[in-house]
């Protein structure tokens, strides 16, 4: 039977689950979850996730949640997933798993959240926060610096010194795209001091082209439509048929 993926793409980890199973060849049917009409919290995805929450799969009978569970499920459920995704090495792995708890902990905090309280609530229907995108900003920088100085090592392109990515450079690299639907000043003035997290970001793109911007493309579409509501004085819009006009450009 044909994985489903229960997905939508505004959502980092569901990009990060849509990439992985890009790059390695997966076929999959994309079930699309509109988070700005609540479909998550209907009856019918309940019985997928009790939890309400995308991405989700299913692979004939089973059911799963969580994207970096998935994608681990993935890389150890298919058949010829190269061994860097995620390392069968005992060291190498718990190295990478060090990282996505690290990530789990720290980072949803910072890009994600920044973003979305700070220009992005209205897609959702939401009202933006000043306050709670300064809070998120400050986790922000400095989750950016411990990835600078920590994760990325002088002696490999990739996080924890490899020449090769794994789930960890995946997931960290789709969430910091978020960043992407800022406007440009604000979005240089963030990742900017960061040249080494810059240079990882573009060897990440690199390596995984063409899915990683074919699929982290719906971000410049946000971008592009939050810049034409700005140019109209429309950046703290709220109402429900604008929300919506903005979804169906989408």
Request: proline share 5%; glycine share 4%; charged share 25%.
């Amino acid at each position: 039977m044909t994985l489903k993926l229960y997905v939508d793409r505004r959502s980092h980890p569901c990009r990060e689950v849509i990439i992985f199973c890009k790059l390695n060849g997966i076929d999959f049917e994309e079930v699309h979850i509109d988070l700005s009409k609540r479909q998550h919290l209907t009856p019918e995805f309940k019985e997928v996730n009790p939890m309400k929450q995308i991405p989700a799969i299913m692979d004939g009978k089973f059911k799963l949640s969580e994207s970096h569970a998935i994608v681990k499920y993935l890389a150890c459920a298919f058949p010829g997933i190269a061994d860097h995704w995620y390392p069968a090495d005992l060291y190498k792995r718990a190295k990478v798993e060090s990282v996505l708890d690290w990530h789990r902990t720290n980072f949803p905090r910072g890009p994600g959240s920044y973003v979305s309280t700070s220009v992005l609530a209205p897609v959702f229907g939401l009202r933006l926060n000043p306050q709670a995108a300064a809070r998120s900003e400050k986790i922000l920088i400095a989750s950016l610096a411990k990835i600078e100085s920590v994760w990325l090592q002088k002696k490999g392109r990739f996080l924890l010194g490899s020449g090769q990515p794994s789930i960890a450079d995946l997931s960290l690299a789709c969430e910091i795209m978020s960043l992407e639907a800022l406007d440009e000043k604000d979005r240089e003035r963030i990742l900017g001091p960061f040249k080494r997290v810059q240079r990882w970001l573009d060897d990440t793109k690199n390596v995984m082209a063409p899915h990683f911007e074919e699929v982290n493309s719906i971000l410049y579409k946000i971008k592009e439509n939050l810049q034409k509501q700005r140019d109209q004085g429309g950046s703290s819009i709220t109402q429900s048929s604008k929300k919506h006009d903005l979804h169906s450009k989408m």
